[in-house]
C-alpha cells in the first residue's frame, strides 16, 4: 500500500514570498489533515477535511495560509506571505474515517520549510 | 484549546532499561488514545493505541497504561533498545471528529 505523498521535501524562501505544498493521501482515505510542526514542538493541526470539505480549520491563520482539496483526493497548503514564524515541518496526514471505531491517521514525511 | 500535555521533554534510559513516557488530557470526549513514534526526517508513526474501555493495552515491548478517573495515560516500554531512539507523541482524538491533538513530545535516547 502506497504511503501518503507530499513534495518538495524541502523548502526556502525568503520572508513575504509565497510557497505551496502538495500532498496525495493514501487511496480511499476520506479524511485528510494538514498539520504545522515546529522544531521541538507537537504536530498542530491547521485543517481537517472530510472528503472536499473542510471540517475544521479553526487553527489556520486564514489572512496568509489557506488549503484546498479538489475532488476529495489531492490537497494543497499555500502560504501567502510568508513569515519567519512560518518555519516548521508541513506533514499531511490521511485517514479512512469510516465512523466505525478507530481510525488511524497515516503521515506523510513532511516539507520542511525554512523561511529567512 | 484541548489540550493534552506530556512529560518528560526527555528521557535517557540504558539498552535494557524502562522507558516510561506520561500523558494527561482534559477533553473528556477523547475516546482513542495513540501514541506515535517519529524518527528524525520521517513523519509520526502509529506505534500503539487505546481506548478508554480498557485500562491496558500490550503490543510488544509496549504497553500503555489508562486511568480513566485521572484522565492520564501513560507508554512503557519495555527492555528499550538504541532503535527506540526517537521522538514519541501522544495523541488523542474523539470518535466521529477524528481530530487529534497532539502532546508536544518526548525525546528518547537508549544508550547502548
Known amino acids: 500500500e502506497a504511503g501518503v505523498a507530499q513534495s518538495p521535501r524541502y523548502k526556502i524562501i525568503e520572508k513575504r514570498q509565497s510557497v505551496a505544498f502538495w500532498c496525495n493521501p493514501i487511496s480511499g482515505h476520506a479524511t485528510l489533515y494538514w498539520y504545522q510542526q515546529i522544531l521541538g514542538q507537537g504536530p498542530k493541526l491547521l485543517i481537517q477535511?472530510?472528503?472536499?470539505?473542510?471540517?475544521?480549520d479553526s487553527q489556520l491563520p486564514k489572512d496568509r495560509f489557506s488549503a484546498e482539496r479538489l475532488k476529495g483526493v489531492d490537497s494543497t497548503l499555500k502560504i501567502q506571505p510568508a513569515k519567519l514564524e512560518d518555519s516548521a515541518v508541513y506533514l499531511c496526514?490521511?485517514?479512512?474515517?469510516?465512523?466505525?471505531?478507530?481510525?488511524?491517521?497515516?503521515f506523510g514525511q513532511g516539507t520542511r520549510l525554512t523561511v529567512v | 484549546q484541548q489540550q493534552v500535555k506530556q512529560s518528560p521533554q526527555s528521557l535517557i534510559v540504558q539498552k535494557g532499561g524502562i522507558s516510561i513516557i506520561n500523558c494527561a488530557y482534559e477533553?473528556?470526549?477523547?475516546?482513542?488514545f495513540p501514541w506515535y513514534q517519529q524518527f528524525p526526517g520521517k513523519g509520526p508513526a502509529l506505534l500503539i493505541a487505546i481506548r478508554p474501555d480498557v485500562s491496558e493495552k500490550k503490543e510488544g515491548r509496549f504497553t500503555i497504561s489508562f486511568n480513566k478517573s485521572a484522565k492520564q495515560f501513560s507508554l512503557h516500554i519495555m527492555d528499550s533498545q538504541p532503535g527506540d531512539s526517537a521522538t514519541y507523541f501522544c495523541a488523542g482524538a474523539a470518535s466521529g471528529t477524528y481530530k487529534y491533538i497532539f502532546g508536544t513530545g518526548t525525546r528518547l535516547k537508549v544508550l547502548a
Open positions: 477535511f472530510q472528503n472536499n470539505g473542510v471540517v475544521d
Open positions: 496526514a490521511s485517514s479512512l474515517a469510516t465512523g466505525h471505531g478507530d481510525t488511524e491517521a497515516f
Open positions: 477533553n473528556t470526549a477523547f475516546d482513542y
